[in-house]
């Protein structure tokens, strides 16, 4: 089983949809949970992070933590073409395990 | 304020050659990374270092070598190119109260035939 598992799409809704992004992990010693955006052609740029379970909002984005389940979330609400990128998620041990394990990102696109 | 700045941006090397990536950070991150991204692959990292002089082996490190000898600068150096390191290749930088923030370069896509 590998360590954290994306779904990588792709993803097509029309603008104004609700999107969901997952992420599933193995490894119970991750605490810090990243979502990251990347447009095509782009370096990744971190969007949210949540730190152990439990939710966090900006604007329209809402990051969600399941340790429980070991699932991760990311909504997109009134979804914008602007929004079109690949979305990866990210998982830290913390401390002094500053290193990231990213998903494979799921590619999103938003039809005007 | 510049970021993570990368180069070349594009480049074609033959089998066998080698060649030197560069990475400069201007926000003094102590935390520098190099990744590989292949696609639908995510992100690969490569080699990382937690300050000046300090390096270590990541996940996928067969090929490269580096170095840091300032806080800014972390060059990736591919000796003998192979057409396996066909990829784009990221720089990030963090800093030590959110290591896990890491702020990544524009990326550096290289082919080699």
Redesign the interface.
């Known amino acids: 089983q590998k360590e954290v598992e994306?779904d990588?799409g792709p993803l097509s809704v029309p603008e104004g949809a609700i999107v969901s992004l997952n992420c599933t992990y193995s490894n119970s010693a991750f605490q810090?949970f990243?979502w990251y955006r990347q447009y095509s052609?782009?370096?990744?740029?971190?969007l949210m992070?949540t730190y152990s379970s439990g939710n966090k909002e900006d604007g329209r984005f809402t990051a969600q933590v399941d340790k429980s389940s070991k699932y991760i979330s990311l909504f997109i609400r009134d979804s914008q073409p602007s929004d079109s990128a690949t979305y990866?998620c990210?998982m830290?041990g913390?401390g002094s395990n500053?290193?990231?394990t990213?998903?494979?990102?799921t590619l999103l696109t938003v039809n005007p | 304020n510049a970021g993570v700045t990368q180069t070349p941006k594009f480049r074609i090397l033959k089998i066998g050659q080698s060649m030197t990536l560069q990475c400069t950070q201007d926000m003094n991150h102590n935390y520098m990374y190099w990744y590989r991204q292949d696609p639908g692959m995510g992100l690969k990292l490569i080699y990382y270092s937690v300050g000046a002089g300090i390096t270590d082996k990541g996940e996928v490190p067969n090929g490269y070598n580096v170095s840091r000898s300032t806080t800014e600068d972390f060059p990736l150096r591919l000796e003998l190119a192979a057409p396996s390191q066909t990829s784009v290749y990221f720089c990030a930088s963090s800093t030590t109260p959110a290591p896990y923030e890491q702020y990544f370069g524009p990326g550096t896509r290289l082919t080699v035939t």
């Open positions: 994306q990588p810090y990243m052609r782009k370096g990744p740029e971190l992070y990866l990210a830290s913390g500053y290193k990231l990213f998903g494979k990102g």
